[in-house]
């Protein structure tokens, strides 16, 4: 498996706004299937960023087909060479 940070460009229509539960269902699935690693969206522009464990590109676009929005996304997809984060530290310790 190899990490992919995917950016994705779309244009927001009625439509769009409809198939969002669907969409988010989809997503929530993934990450909780360790497909997705995180998601972001932008609140002021259509862009979106998600990073995503497959075996190449091909599988990327795999899991996205599932959702709904896949047809309004236009994506740049980039293989990671390092990806770290607070998630993939050890927790903080707390003496009491």
């Given at each position: 498996?190899?990490k992919y940070?995917?950016?994705?460009f779309?244009s ?17 699935e993934?990450?909780?299937?360790g497909?997705?690693?995180?998601y972001?969206?932008s609140?002021e522009?259509g862009?979106?960023w998600?990073?995503?464990n497959a075996?190449?590109?091909d ?9 709904p929005?896949y047809?309004y996304?236009e994506?740049?997809?980039?293989q990671l060479?390092?990806?770290?984060s ?5 927790p903080k310790?707390v003496l009491?």
């Open positions: 498996m190899y940070q995917v950016s994705v779309f927001i229509d009625e439509e769009f706004m409809e198939l969002v539960p669907k969409h988010r269902t989809i997503i929530n993934l990450i909780l299937k497909v997705i690693d995180s972001a969206i609140a522009i862009r979106g998600i990073t995503m075996k190449d590109k599988g990327i676009h795999k899991h996205l087909k599932r959702s929005l047809k996304f994506m740049e997809i980039d060479m390092v990806y770290d607070q998630m993939y530290r050890f310790m009491n």
